[in-house]
C-alpha cells in the first residue's frame, strides 16, 4: 500500500487546495492530510481567519482524503516516518530551493519520495484575504 501525505494551513479552501488533493490521491492508496494548528500558524507570523477545528473538518470530509490529522510542528520527515508515508506532497513553490535540496536527501535517505505539484495559478488564501478586506474596507493590519 502506497501512503502519501501532505500538509497545509486550508484556511478558505479554494480550488488549488483541492487540485493538490485530488492529485495527491491519484498517486496513492491512502492520503493522509496535516492540518496546521491555529499555534503554528501564529508561530509562523501569520492567523487563520477559520479556526482549526473546522479546517481540519472540512479537509477531513473531502473524498479525496483518507485521513486528517493535526500539524504541531513544521517535520515533515518526522510526520512521514510516524506514518510510514511512502510519498510527501508539496506545492512546487518549493521546488529547487536550498532548504528542500536538504529535505530531498534527507527523504532520499529514508526512503520517501518527494512529488511537486504546480501552484494553481491566481489562486491562494492569501489573495482571497487580501480581496476580502478590501471589500469590507479593512487593512491586513486591522485584521491581524
Not at 488549488?16 to 493522509?32: F, I, R
Amino acid at each position: 500500500m502506497i501512503i502519501g501525505y501532505t500538509t497545509g494551513v486550508y484556511d478558505l479552501f479554494h480550488i488549488g487546495h483541492l487540485n493538490l488533493l485530488k492529485n495527491a490521491k491519484g498517486m496513492c492508496d491512502k492520503l493522509v492530510v496535516g492540518v496546521t494548528v491555529d499555534e503554528l500558524v501564529a508561530y509562523k507570523g501569520k492567523q487563520a481567519m477559520i479556526p482549526f477545528e473546522d479546517r481540519i473538518e472540512i479537509v477531513r470530509s473531502i473524498k479525496y482524503v483518507d485521513a486528517a490529522v493535526p500539524q504541531y510542528d513544521m517535520d515533515k520527515l518526522a510526520a512521514c516516518k510516524k506514518l510510514k508515508a511512502n510519498i510527501l506532497f508539496v506545492g512546487d513553490d518549493w521546488y529547487d530551493t536550498p532548504r528542500w535540496q536538504d529535505y530531498e536527501r534527507q527523504f532520499k535517505e529514508a526512503g520517501i519520495e518527494i512529488v511537486y505539484f504546480p501552484y494553481t495559478k491566481g489562486v491562494s488564501s492569501t489573495q482571497i484575504t487580501k480581496a476580502l478586506n478590501a471589500v469590507r474596507g479593512h487593512n491586513l493590519e486591522d485584521v491581524k
